[in-house]
């Protein structure tokens, strides 16, 4: 079971029905994404789900749900 913070980055992650970019996600969930400083934390948790086997990350830094 996965924290609701990564649920909901799963669920956007996985509505875009393509590979997105963090800065995709953060503006999707709401956040200024205009700060870079803002997207590092929402980054660290796309890598975390990658990691956990729950999306993956392409060469391009574009987060997709796995097939």
């Known amino acids: 079971m996965l924290p609701p ?3 909901r980055i799963l669920a956007v992650v ?3 029905g393509a ?3 963090a800065r995709q996600v953060g503006e999707t969930l709401g956040l ?10 929402l980054r660290g948790k796309l890598i975390r ?3 956990r086997g729950c999306c993956e ?3 391009t ?3 997709a ?3």
């Open 5 to 7: 913070d990564y649920q």
């Open 14 to 16: 996985r509505q875009a």
């Open 19 to 21: 590979p997105v970019a």
């Open 32 to 41: 200024d994404v205009s700060v870079k400083s803002k997207l590092e934390p």
């Open 49 to 51: 789900l990658t990691g």
């Open 57 to 59: 990350r392409n060469p």
């Open 61 to 63: 830094a574009r987060f």
């Open 65 to 67: 749900t796995r097939p």
